[in-house]
């Protein structure tokens, strides 16, 4: 089993950034992948950014690249997640998530993913 915490979700204003991170615990492993996903209010869950745990190959939603960077540190067992230039699409509560397996270009799909925490809220207004 692993352990998934989230934090630094907040209320940013348009333009602004955030960075969010993931603790992960329990049985971790090097060959594990771990993706942000997001959730506004009646919409369904949707990939982010994906970033394989042993060598930091990552993978984003056409969405947020050039704004969002994924990345980790092996030594504290997290994963980050910065947030550049928000909009106020980017509203949602965001997720991280995780599983067993490298990372693949097919890995913007939720069901590819085993582990999930409980969220974190971001707010990005006018």
């Known amino acids: 089993q692993v352990q998934l915490v989230e934090s630094g979700g907040g209320s940013v204003q348009v333009g602004g950034s955030l960075r969010l991170s993931c603790a992960a615990s329990?049985?971790?492993?090097?060959?594990?992948?771990m993706g942000w996903f997001r959730q506004a209010p009646g919409k369904a869950r949707e990939f982010v950014a994906g970033?394989?745990?042993?060598?930091?190959?990552?993978l984003y939603a056409d969405s947020v690249k050039g704004r969002f960077i994924i990345s980790r540190d092996n030594a504290k067992n997290t994963v980050y997640l910065q947030m550049n230039s928000l909009k106020s699409e980017d509203t949602a509560r965001y997720y991280c998530?995780?599983?067993?397996?490298?990372?693949?270009?097919?890995?913007?799909?939720?069901?590819?993913?085993?582990?999930w925490g409980q969220g974190t809220q971001v707010t990005v207004s006018l």
């Open positions: 998530a995780a599983a067993v397996g490298a990372l693949f270009s097919s890995d913007y799909v939720k069901e590819r993913y085993d582990y």
């Open positions: 329990g049985r971790t492993s090097s060959t594990y992948r």
């Open positions: 970033i394989n745990w042993s060598d930091g190959r990552t």
